[in-house]
């Protein structure tokens, strides 16, 4: 699906696990890009909701960059969705509405 009118975002929920250091998505917009979040120091057990008042255009790029600690692991760390694995999500609440229950990959 795509869309044409911007998208009002007015919360995002950066998510990783124990290994997570830090977290931020880019927001490119006509060949500039800026932070749509950021967390330079993140903490498994302090998550929170951080309020935006961002928007997002229809010709915007998001990328999500994570950071991980991983030297005191006891070995391989996996992706999934045990504490003991990894993954990299920042959930964006907006509206209005545009039909699209998760994600978008291109």
């Given at each position: 699906p795509s869309f044409f009118k911007p998208i009002n975002v007015f919360g995002?929920?950066?998510h990783m696990h124990t290994y997570g250091r830090k977290i931020w998505v880019d927001q490119t917009r006509a060949g500039v890009t800026t932070d749509l979040v950021r967390v330079d120091n993140y903490d498994f057990n302090l998550q929170q909701f951080i309020p935006?008042?961002?928007?997002?255009?229809?010709s915007?790029?998001?990328?999500?960059?994570?950071?991980?600690d991983t030297t005191?692991?006891?070995g391989?760390?996996?992706s999934g969705e045990g504490t003991a694995d990894?993954?990299?999500?920042?959930f964006v609440m907006a509206y209005p509405d545009i039909g699209v229950p998760a994600c978008i990959f291109d």
């Open positions: 995002t929920f950066p935006s008042t961002s928007t997002i255009q229809a915007d790029t998001l990328t999500t960059h994570c950071v991980y005191a692991a006891p391989p760390v996996q990894e993954m990299c999500f920042v």
